[in-house]
């Protein structure tokens, strides 16, 4: 099968702040190819593509949790189908998506479907790709798309342009070594470990390398800032610097570029500082997708706890605790931080 030649494409990529980071790689290699690319994405989605030389242009939709409908957007599914697009195309098989990718007015439509997509969302589409690996890297499932279309290339990877005055910001916070740090996840609270073990891994860090400072930040809902000011009460270490707004994406990524190394969760931030090469510490509970989002290689410490929900198939934790990350040793994850840090951090 050769690849099809596109030289107007849109991709459909309705998802969060991680979900785009999979994103790019094929997006850069679309365009590559030779085709103009735009992009259907969320708010979150389009400031991070803007960092993309390779994105022409973004559709933004905005989505939250609950989301609307798709029919809600049929404003600008309307300015879409105008723009005559050779083709649509979506990496994430969700409804949504394949609604957007059905309804964009293209000449060939084209989504990966994940076998529990309802007849509505597939009704007009005029192609459909096989289930993916879900074993495989996100990024790699993503391309998988195209190279099951004909695609032989090679993985383009990520690039970024971000801006010189947040780059100049992040230098004007600190000159001396630091981590960035993100204890929320928006996606679930089930997938948090608790306050005061992040309290006592720093202590841990501190002990053997007190130069290091942290830099926390969240996504400025009143719930991910409430749990900072509560670690920075339990800290209470100036070494802890807390940024409550909201950063801007462009800021966010100059930030995880400039640290020594990120962090954190199964969250978004996460796969961003893996797309910037830096090295990760990250904490997760097993579940069926996890093998794709975690984090791979020599630069990566993911630490999984076992879940009884996995196994089970009920949720049991109460209070939006998880009992399962919470039987990982603060003392264990202290260790995990200082392998990640380069010599200068430790002196």
Request: aromatic letters at 6%; one cysteine or more.
């Amino acid at each position: 099968m050769s690849f099809p030649k596109w030289k107007k494409v849109l991709v459909v990529d309705l998802g969060f702040l991680g979900d785009t980071v999979h994103s790019i790689p094929a997006i850069r290699a679309l365009a590559l190819s030779g085709a103009k690319v735009d992009v259907m994405t969320t708010p979150v989605g389009a400031e991070l593509l803007d960092l993309v030389s390779e994105v022409n242009r973004t559709w933004m939709i905005p989505l939250r949790k609950p989301s609307p409908p798709p029919w809600k957007n049929l404003g600008t599914l309307c300015a879409i189908r105008k723009e005559k697009y050779d083709g649509a195309i979506t990496f994430a098989g969700s409804d949504r998506n394949l609604f957007c990718v059905g309804w964009s007015g293209a000449s060939d439509r084209v989504a990966h479907r994940t076998g529990r997509n309802s007849w509505p969302a597939r009704w007009r589409l005029t192609r459909t790709v096989s289930l993916r690996d879900r074993t495989q890297p996100v990024f790699e499932q993503r391309l998988a798309v195209l190279r099951e279309l004909g695609w032989a290339g090679e993985n383009p990877g990520w690039a970024w342009r971000i801006p010189k005055e947040d780059v100049a910001w992040i230098h004007a916070q600190s000159a001396d070594p630091f981590l960035h740090l993100s204890i929320s996840a928006a996606s679930s609270p089930l997938n948090e470990w608790p306050l005061d073990d992040w309290a006592a891994s720093l202590r841990g860090l501190w002990q053997q390398a007190p130069r290091v400072k942290i830099f926390a930040t969240g996504a400025g809902s009143e719930r991910e800032n409430a749990r900072l000011r509560d670690l920075s009460a339990l800290v209470a270490d100036p070494r802890l610097q807390i940024l409550r707004e909201r950063l801007s994406i462009p800021r966010l990524v100059a930030l995880v570029q400039a640290g020594c190394a990120h962090v954190g969760l199964d969250s978004g931030v996460l796969h961003l500082a893996v797309a910037l090469g830096k090295p990760t510490v990250s904490l997760f509970r097993d579940s069926l997708g996890r093998p794709g989002w975690a984090p791979r290689g020599k630069n990566h410490q993911v630490r999984v706890s076992s879940c009884s929900c996995l196994e089970s198939g009920d949720i049991t934790c109460e209070g939006g605790r998880a009992r399962c990350l919470a039987q990982i040793p603060s003392a264990e994850v202290s260790r995990m931080i200082l392998h990640a840090l380069p010599s200068e951090a430790l002196g």
